[in-house]
């Protein structure tokens, strides 16, 4: 019974001396509950804030006709380091030390800086895509280290992002597009259009070329003022190869290829003109 009551009495001494502790730091913890609660509506006005200032600032690189790329990396940029003018400013101005924060920053900064060497590098890499220019935001290009490829939509601090033509986004650090070498395939507005097409050693070679030059007079996608070219690039094992180069715009290409080769292969038909194909001949020898 003894022990009972000598439990009691130490709980209800804890009790009291928590009770007396609140009491005593009261006005400290609501204090600091109240720094807290301004803190936090300093950090939503300053989101709202950098908001406002990012929109006017794209606006701003809007009229001034500035390229896509260049908006949306600045954008990038102003985000990022309005944000930390925002944390640093609540730091300081709730109970912080300003000399022991950047102290607390510039210790941060090596670290980071050394943890995110390949960061560094994509930012150097953004900054040497907008000057050189090797590509633009609306252009198709090929990173021929790997063979990503894409309509590039967005140049950001450390990544370029392409959409594909199955409409799936492909994230490339800016660092592998300015250290390997890139394809830019619309960068200029005229392609040469080249197609290979074999045919038969039986078949007539002048009415193929023929059938051939007719089909390129008509189709009004391709330029009749650059010169195209009918000729037979090889006598291949299976038949005769035809080459045959002509130019279009940029835009046109995979459209006037697919509709060349259909056209082709239609009119070669009509004309009794083979293409030929791989075939395996099987003899059967029966045994006595």
């Known amino acids: 019974m003894d022990e009972v009551i000598e439990t009691t009495n130490e709980a209800a001494e804890d009790v009291n001396v928590f ?33 406002w200032i990012r ?19 600045v ?14 400013t609540i730091a300081t101005k709730f109970g912080f030390d300003t000399a022991s924060v950047a102290a607390l920053i510039a210790s941060a900064g090596v670290a980071v800086g050394l943890a995110v060497q390949g960061s560094l590098s994509n930012f150097a890499g953004g900054i040497l895509i907008l000057l050189l220019k090797p590509f633009v935001v609306g252009d198709y290009i090929i990173e021929d280290n790997h063979g990503d490829e894409g309509t590039v939509k967005e140049i950001q601090l450390f990544y370029t992002k392409l959409l594909t033509v199955d409409n799936r986004t492909v994230v490339i650090p800016n660092g592998m597009l300015t250290n390997n070498s890139l394809t830019n395939v619309t960068h200029m507005d005229e392609r040469k259009l080249e197609l290979k097409i074999s045919i038969s050693y039986e078949s007539d070679l002048l009415k193929a070329k023929a059938v051939l030059a007719d089909l390129i007079r008509k189709e009004s996608r ?3 003022d ?31 290829r697919w509709d060349m ?24 020898q029966e045994s006595n």
């Open 19 to 51: 009770i007396q502790y609140l009491q005593d730091h009261i006005p400290n913890l609501i204090s600091f509950a109240i720094e807290i609660v301004l803190a936090l509506i300093f950090f939503f006005l300053g989101r709202i804030a950098i908001k």
């Open 55 to 73: 929109k006017l600032t794209r606006k701003m690189l809007e009229r001034s006709n500035v390229d896509k790329g260049v908006e949306t990396f």
């Open 222 to 224: 391709i330029m009749q």
């Open 261 to 284: 080769l259909e056209g082709i292969k239609l009119t070669f038909d009509r004309e009794n003109i083979v293409i030929p194909y791989r075939q395996m001949n099987v003899r059967i």
């Open 75 to 88: 954008d990038s940029l102003l985000k990022f380091m309005l944000y930390g003018i925002l944390l640093f």
């Open 226 to 256: 650059k010169e195209h070219r009918i000729f037979v690039d090889e006598l291949g094992d299976d038949g005769v190869i035809l080459g045959m180069r002509c130019w279009v715009s940029t835009e046109d290409y995979w459209n006037v």
